[in-house]
T-cell receptor, first 114, second 115 residues
Framework: AQSVTQPDIHITVSEGASLELRCNYSYGATPYLFWYVQSPGQGLQLLLK??????LVQGIKGFEAEFKRSQSSFNLRKPSVHWSDAAEYFCAVGARAAGNKLTFGGGTRVLVKP | DTAVSQTPKYLVTQMGNDKSIKCEQN?????MYWYKQDSKKFLKIMFSYNNKELIINETVPNRFSPKSPDKAHLNLHINSLELGDSAVYFC??????????????FGPGTRLTVL
């Protein structure tokens, strides 16, 4: 069975500073990896996804993520954080063999200091 | 223009009541899902339907019954509501293809509060 771990529950970062959110997954087959963002009181918005190919993927809002198979990781990064990036971030792995369900990590809450 | 819509957005009800949450997608997708987000923000899949056929049924109490009248709709009916059912419920949809995996598009969520 697949699983996702986001080791950091909370991260506080100053506006303009860089941000990195960690994600480790466990899945026996080819992983389909996603990062979603949830702003307060809102639904889930897809930031980026990795299916195959280039291991560095670009997403919306200036985010990027790097897939490292050897480390079973898919960390999310942004070079310069804006106050509007304060939100909850979820890493997820999709499993074709399990009816295409998404398994989510526990989320990382990002707080942005002025 | 809304891709995946849910109604209602908020639902406050008493223990023991029966309630439904509706979900509709206009993306032409063939698969729809229900996820539950608990008070600690943990998201877990409950059900999925592909072309009106139940594909995923996680360990969810029998009080929860999904209904898919057509592939654009997946409603969630909950009987005998309990305090622990309080959560945010998200509907999602995707187009399942044999040779690949496709992202899921999420609705705005329905916040259910059981008193």
């Amino acid at each position: 069975a697949q699983s996702v771990t986001q080791p950091d529950i909370h991260i506080t970062v100053s506006e303009g500073a860089s941000l990195e959110l960690r994600c480790n997954y466990s899945y026996g087959a080819t992983p389909y990896l996603f990062w979603y963002v949830q702003s307060p009181g809102q639904g889930l918005q897809l930031l980026l996804k990795y299916f195959s190919g280039d291991t560095l993927v670009q997403g919306i809002k200036g985010f990027e993520a790097e897939f490292k198979r050897s480390q079973s990781s898919f960390n999310l990064r942004k070079p310069s954080v804006h106050w509007s990036d304060a939100a909850e971030y979820f890493c997820a792995v999709g499993a074709r063999a399990a009816g295409n369900k998404l398994t989510f990590g526990g989320g990382t809450r990002v707080l942005v200091k002025p | 223009d809304t891709a995946v819509s849910q109604t209602p957005k908020y639902l406050v009800t008493q223990m023991g009541n029966d309630k439904s949450i509706k979900c509709e997608q206009n993306l032409g997708h063939d698969t729809m899902y229900w996820y539950k987000q608990d008070s600690k923000k943990f998201l877990k899949i409950m059900f999925s339907y592909n072309n009106k056929e139940l594909i995923i049924n996680e360990t969810v109490p029998n009080r929860f019954s999904p209904k898919s009248p057509d592939k654009a709709h997946l409603n969630l009916h909950i009987n005998s509501l309990e305090l622990g059912d309080s959560a945010v419920y998200f509907c999602a949809s995707s187009q399942v293809r044999l040779a690949n995996y496709n992202e899921q598009f999420f609705g705005p969520g329905t916040r259910l509060t059981v008193l």
